[in-house]
C-alpha cells in the first residue's frame, strides 16, 4: 500500500512538474511574441513621436505668431472702418511687420508670412506678402495676390483666404501648391474681426517639401520608412508616390487594428496591413492634424521572434525531463519552489517585474528561479529604460513633449472634473540663436543645460518640460503652487539680456518669462491657461528686445 501511495504521489508531482514546465514554456514564447510586439510598437511609434518632436514646435510657433499679430491686430484697430484709410493700414503694416520678420526668421521651414486686408474695406488688394528660398536667404517682399480677381474657384491662389473665411476660424490648410509663386506649401490663417466685422488675413506658409525631405530620410529597420496621411484614402507624402504625389493613393489591406487610427498615436499595439506583403505601422498625429506614420515590413520587425521561439521550446523540453527526474528523487522538495514559480511567472506575464524569488536552494529548483528573477531584473530594466527614453529629453534630461502631452491630457481630465489647481510658467531662453552662430551650437546646448537646471533647481517639487528648441514649460502643483508667486520672483532674475561681449556669454542665465495661474471661471482647458503665460513670455521678450 506504501508502494501505492507513494507512486500515486509522484505520478501526481511528475505530472503537476510537467504541466508546469509547458505552461512556463509556453508562457515564455507567449512573452517572447508580446516583448516582440510591444519592442516593435514602442521603435515605430517612438521614431514617429521622435519626429513630431523636430516638427511640432515648427507648427506651434507658427501658430503663435499668427495669434500674436492676430490678436496685436485686433487690439490696435477700434473701428473696422479705419481701414479705408490709406495711411491707417500703413501705420498698421509698419507696427507689426517687424515683430512678424523677427518671429517667423528663427522658425525653420517657413517659407512665407503675409497680412492680407479684406479687400473691400482697402478698396483692393493691400497688405504685404514677403518669401524666400530657404533658411539661408532673407524674405523678400512679393506683389499681393487680388483674391477678388482670380475669385474662389482658383483654389491654387486663393484657397488659404477663402477656405477660413467659410470655417470662420483659424486653421492649417492642407498641402497644396501656391500658383502665385510654384511652391507646395501648408499654411497657418487666421481670419481677423473687429466688432464683428472681416478685416484681414494674417497667415504663416511653411514649406511642405522641406517636412517631405525630413520624413524621406527617417529609416527604421532594414526597409521602414515615414510617410505622412490623413486616413487610408488620403495620402500627403509617401516615398513610393514622391513623384505622384497629389495622385498617389496606395491600395492597403487593413488586417488587424485599423481602429489605431481613431487614435492620437499607437501605443503597445502597430496597425497590421499588406501591401504586396505583410506591413506593420506605427504613427502619431501632428500638431496641425496630419498623421506621421513609420512602418517596415513584419519580416524585419520580427525576425529574431522565430529563432527564440525554437530556442524556448528546445529549453523547455529540457527543462521538462530534468523536472520529472527530479520529482521523482526528492518530490517533497518540488511542490512549493514550482508553486512559486507558478505565481511568478504569471506576475511576468502580467507585467509585474518587482517581486524577485526568494530562494536559497543550491539545486536546478534554485538556479531556475534565479533565471527567473534575472528575466525579471532584465525587463523591468527593459520597459524603465523604453520609458525613460520616451518621455525624457535627451540633451536636458528634463521631461520632454510626449511627457508633456501626457500631463496636458491629465490636466483636461482634472478640469472637466473639476478638480485642477495648477500655474504654469513659460521659460525660454533669450538670444539662443546669437550664441549657435557666434559660438556654436555646443556653447547653445550648454546655454540651454544651465537653464534648464537652474529653472529645476527653483521648482523642486514640479515637472520641467522641454517644449520647443529654446523653450521650457514647467506645471506648478501642489507645493510649488501654493508659494508660486514667491518661487516666480526668482526665476524673474533671469529675466535680461544676454551680454555677448562677455567671456562665456554662454554660461549666463537670460530669459524670458511668463506665468499663469488657473481659473475655474474662465478656463475649460489647459491650452486656456498656456496661452496667458505664452503671451506674458512674449511680452516680456519684446519689452527685453529694445535693450539689446
Known amino acids: 500500500m506504501m508502494q501505492t501511495i507513494r507512486s500515486r504521489f509522484l505520478t501526481v508531482i511528475c505530472g503537476v512538474s510537467l504541466t508546469l514546465t509547458l505552461v512556463f514554456g509556453s508562457l515564455c514564447v507567449f512573452l517572447v511574441d508580446r516583448s516582440e510586439t510591444e519592442i516593435a510598437a514602442k521603435t515605430l511609434t517612438g521614431r514617429a513621436i521622435h519626429a513630431s518632436t523636430t516638427l511640432n514646435p515648427i507648427f506651434m510657433q507658427s501658430e503663435d505668431i499668427v495669434h500674436y499679430i492676430g490678436h496685436t491686430i485686433e487690439h490696435e484697430v477700434k473701428n473696422p472702418q479705419d481701414l479705408r484709410n490709406k495711411a491707417n493700414r500703413d501705420r498698421l503694416e509698419a507696427m507689426i511687420s517687424r515683430s512678424f520678420y523677427n518671429a517667423v526668421s528663427g522658425i525653420d521651414g517657413v517659407q512665407g508670412y503675409y497680412l492680407h486686408y479684406n479687400e473691400d474695406l482697402a478698396g483692393g488688394p493691400d497688405g504685404f506678402w514677403y518669401t524666400r ?10 506683389p499681393i495676390t487680388s483674391v477678388e480677381a482670380y475669385g ?9 483666404y477663402y477656405q477660413l473665411l467659410r470655417e470662420k476660424r483659424a486653421l492649417w490648410t492642407t498641402p497644396y501648391v501656391n500658383d502665385n509663386n510654384g511652391v507646395r506649401i501648408i499654411s497657418y490663417v487666421m481670419p481677423v474681426y473687429v466688432q464683428g466685422q472681416f478685416v484681414a488675413v494674417v497667415g504663416v506658409d511653411i514649406d511642405f517639401n522641406m517636412l517631405c525631405d525630413l520624413i524621406g530620410s527617417m529609416k527604421v ?81 520580427y525576425a529574431g521572434r522565430q529563432l527564440m521561439t525554437f530556442g524556448i521550446l528546445a529549453v523547455t523540453v529540457v527543462i521538462g525531463l530534468l523536472s520529472t527526474l527530479l520529482a521523482i528523487r526528492a518530490a517533497n522538495r518540488i511542490v512549493r519552489p514550482l508553486h512559486d514559480i507558478s505565481e511568478a511567472a504569471r506576475r511576468l506575464g502580467r507585467g509585474e517585474y518587482d517581486q524577485p524569488l526568494d530562494s536559497t536552494a543550491q539545486d536546478e529548483i534554485g ?102 528648441g529654446d523653450e521650457f514649460v514647467v506645471i506648478l502643483e501642489g507645493e510649488d503652487y501654493a508659494h508660486r508667486d514667491a518661487l516666480f520672483e526668482k526665476v ?42 505664452d503671451t506674458k513670455m512674449y511680452e516680456q521678450k519684446q519689452h527685453l528686445a529694445p535693450r539689446a
Open 367 to 468: 538556479r531556475l528561479a534565479g533565471h527567473m528573477n534575472d528575466t525579471m531584473e532584465r525587463m523591468r530594466k527593459y520597459v524603465g529604460a523604453m520609458q525613460k527614453q520616451a518621455y525624457q529629453d535627451e540633451l536636458t534630461a528634463v521631461k520632454n513633449v510626449a511627457a508633456y502631452n501626457r500631463k496636458v491630457y491629465d490636466l483636461n481630465q482634472k478640469i472637466a472634473a473639476g478638480q485642477a489647481a495648477f500655474a504654469v510658467v513659460m521659460v525660454d531662453l533669450n538670444q539662443l540663436k546669437d550664441v549657435n552662430d557666434r559660438f556654436g551650437h555646443e556653447k547653445g546646448n550648454i546655454a540651454l543645460q544651465r537653464l534648464c537646471q537652474a529653472v529645476c533647481r527653483i521648482y523642486k517639487h514640479s515637472p520641467v518640460y522641454r517644449i520647443g
Open 152 to 160: 474662389e474657384a482658383d483654389a491654387g491662389r486663393t484657397n488659404w
Open 133 to 142: 528660398k530657404d533658411a539661408r536667404h532673407d524674405f523678400v517682399s512679393q
Open 492 to 533: 524673474r532674475a533671469f529675466e535680461h539680456i544676454r551680454d555677448l561681449s562677455a567671456a562665456q556669454p554662454w554660461t549666463q542665465l537670460a530669459a524670458s518669462v511668463g506665468m499663469a495661474v488657473y481659473d475655474k471661471t474662465r478656463d475649460t482647458a489647459y491650452r486656456a491657461v498656456f496661452n496667458r503665460a
Open 221 to 301: 529597420y532594414d526597409s521602414g520608412y515615414g510617410f505622412l496621411f490623413k486616413d487610408w484614402q488620403t495620402f500627403y507624402f509617401h516615398p513610393d508616390g514622391r513623384e505622384v504625389a497629389y495622385e498617389f493613393k496606395p491600395r492597403f489591406d487593413i488586417v488587424s487594428h485599423g481602429e489605431l487610427l481613431e487614435q492620437s498615436a499607437t501605443d503597445t499595439h502597430l496597425i497590421h496591413y499588406y501591401l504586396g506583403i505583410p506591413m506593420a505601422m506605427g504613427f502619431a498625429t501632428l500638431k496641425n492634424g496630419m498623421k506621421l506614420g513609420v512602418t517596415a515590413p513584419e519580416r524585419e520587425i
